[in-house]
């Protein structure tokens, strides 16, 4: 299952690329048999499908009140650039396709999934290269995302503002 999200943002860009009918050949092509689209506030309407005539099966909704389990039991995820997503899902283990909004301004989310994607924690995306994003993806050569200890640069800042050490 594919799993793509795009936070409580409105990007009909990702929502209407995933639902075009080359990106799902693709995904299809690639194994993928369902497709689960959480579209935000967005007003693109994916179209639906059971999947019965040998076609990606394709659902949708607006908001969830966690999307863990839909995170949990993706093969793969199509995410927008927010951070929480992201980390989210690379905590989790999943493969993950960032798909940046290039209609954001100061997109700072961009700096975020460009430099994931250049330690090859993941793959980073527009709305135009998404299909060929998923055409050339090899999830066997993504690295598995290790979180950093942030306690020494607590300890340091807590000494710095004069906090007793634990």
């Given at each position: 299952?594919?799993?793509v999200?795009?936070?409580?943002t409105?990007?009909d860009?990702?929502?209407?690329?995933v639902?075009?009918q080359e990106?799902?050949?693709?995904?299809?092509?690639?194994?993928?048999t369902?497709?689960?689209?959480?579209?935000g506030?967005g007003s693109?309407?994916p179209?639906?499908s059971?999947?019965d005539d040998?076609?990606?099966?394709?659902?949708y909704f607006?908001f969830s009140s966690?999307?863990?389990?839909?995170l949990?039991?993706?093969?793969?995820?199509i995410?927008h650039?927010g951070?929480?997503s992201i980390?989210?899902?690379?905590?989790?283990?999943?493969?993950?396709?960032v798909?940046?909004n290039?209609d954001?301004m100061?997109?700072h989310?961009?700096?975020?999934?460009?430099?994931?994607?250049?330690?090859q924690?993941?793959?980073c995306?527009r709305?135009?290269?998404?299909?060929q994003t998923?055409a050339g993806?090899d999830?066997?050569s993504?690295?598995?995302?290790c979180?950093?200890?942030?306690t020494?640069?607590a300890?340091?800042?807590?000494?710095?503002?004069?906090?007793?050490?634990?």
């Amino acid at each position: 299952m594919v799993f793509v999200t795009v936070g409580t943002t409105c990007f009909d860009a990702l929502v209407k690329v995933v639902d075009s009918q080359e990106v799902k050949d693709e995904l299809l092509r690639r194994g993928y048999t369902d497709l689960l689209i959480q579209m935000g506030r967005g007003s693109y309407l994916p179209t639906k499908s059971t999947g019965d005539d040998g076609s990606l099966a394709v659902d949708y909704f607006t908001f969830s009140s966690s999307i863990a389990d839909h995170l949990r039991s993706a093969s793969l995820v199509i995410s927008h650039a927010g951070s929480g997503s992201i980390f989210e899902t690379l905590q989790l283990g999943k493969p993950l396709i960032v798909v940046v909004n290039e209609d954001l301004m100061d997109n700072h989310q961009s700096e975020l999934a460009e430099e994931l994607a250049e330690r090859q924690h993941l793959y980073c995306a527009r709305p135009p290269t998404l299909c060929q994003t998923i055409a050339g993806m090899d999830l066997k050569s993504l690295v598995p995302y290790c979180p950093g200890d942030a306690t020494p640069v607590a300890k340091l800042i807590n000494r710095f503002l004069g906090f007793p050490e634990d």
